[in-house]
């Protein structure tokens, strides 16, 4: 996802949403496209403003923290545009707590279809041919609505093409208008000036567009006969008809692990605002070929090598590095998956994530509801029980790894609850390690 800021909220609902669980509160604003957590005192502010004002909130709070301290807050309010002398200008979400993860998820990442022009050999979902029972334009906006209701507000759209669907303009307009923000993952090889029209009416908070090699030979290795001469027509298009800017999105195989420099000297030649560089998963295709998938110190390279580029170039660049963790903003052992995002295939099937094997599948949007399958769902609950072993539990890293992705502990054979395959362990200090079962099939690593 984009750095910058994207393209204005729509007219059609509050920028600001103030998601309100039990010990914390969490600010979505659609101006910056993020989340951001919020003091007691600003939750108090903004839910009290409502209901007495600003002037008597502020008195109220300065009661308990202090006139400075509470004045600090409402300038920090104003200067956000979350609150004016009125009040609190967006929409207030009360939530229970779910034990180890968010009350409900942050992100929402959607197939929106099988169907795509290309064979990556990569691909998570191992797209090709459109299912038959794939959701419809009108199942897609009812699980838009349930999204709202849980005050997740953005939704990522991948496939397969998303430019497969026609209806992905409507898509994107629906979910405008109920207040979420879409993130659009394309090859780009299908957009055509019509299209583009279409979907400038309401524009998409950002549009990313996959290319994994600054050259047709190690593009082509990966993604298929052609596709490098068929993305660069595709971004000719976007540079004349789509004003609202486009990021380039990279997975980082050992294959183009050390071409970085060059693609980030490829973004700034094809105007791209965000250069996203991401590590091939052991999920989809890439289990026939586990040749492609990353390990821990071929992407912290990668990074290394496109940083000093990126900046000589001006051209931001969204990496996450491996040896840069922080604490995670969720509890608990493991990764995102189920605690901070979900994931929903073409055919409505609900999971943690989209690159865990099909036996994590909770339920169907169709006939259960998403607050349901997030609470109680079979894999959900099941990611969320995981307790870190005796390796992870006398680590250092602890701390920020939380034992790392669980797609990759499968990988390496370490169990739902052990490490991931990008581990890199060091014993706490005064704390021998226990035994436990390193991984051994793939190079040492840290989960990002």
Known sequence: MSLVP?????????????????????????ETHQYYGVSAGEAFLCTASGEVGLDEAQRMLAEQVGDEEAAALRDQLVADGAVTETGFTGRLLEQRDVKGAWAAPLVCHLGVTLACNFACNHCYSSSGRRAPDELTLEDIKGLVDQLVELGCLKLVLGGGEPFL????????????????????????????????????KCPPASLAV??????????????????????LAGLEVLRAHWPHGFNLSVTITPENA????????????????????RPAYPAGEAMK????????????????????EAERLGVTLDAPHPHEQGEPDFEGFGCVAARVVLGVDPRGNVTPCLNLPGGFDSGNVRTQRLVDLWKKGRGFVLLRAQQPGPLCGSCKHFDTC???????ALYADNGLGGPDSWCHYEPKESVAPKRGRRPTKHAPGAAP
């Open 258 to 277: 050390a071409l970085t420099p060059r693609l980030v000297a490829m973004a700034k030649e094809q105007g791209a605002r965000v250069l996203l560089l």
């Open 402 to 408: 939380r034992g790392g992705c669980r797609v990759r």
């Open 165 to 200: 669907r026609k209806e992905l303009p409507d898509i994107v307009a629906y979910a405008d208008s109920k207040g979420v923000d879409c993130f659009v993952h394309t090859n780009a090889s299908l957009v055509r000036r019509e299209t583009l029209e279409r979907l400038a």
């Open 289 to 308: 070929d586990t040749t492609l998938v990353c390990d821990r110190d071929t992407f912290a390279r990668a990074i290394d090598l496109a940083r000093p």
């Open 6 to 30: 994207g393209t204005p909220p729509s007219t059609f609902a509050p920028r600001h949403t103030l998601r309100l669980e039990a010990e914390r509160a969490l600010m979505y604003d659609r």
């Open 210 to 231: 996959s290319l994994d090699g600054p050259d047709a030979e190690t593009n082509d290795r990966v993604r298929g006969p052609s596709a490098f001469d068929k993305t």
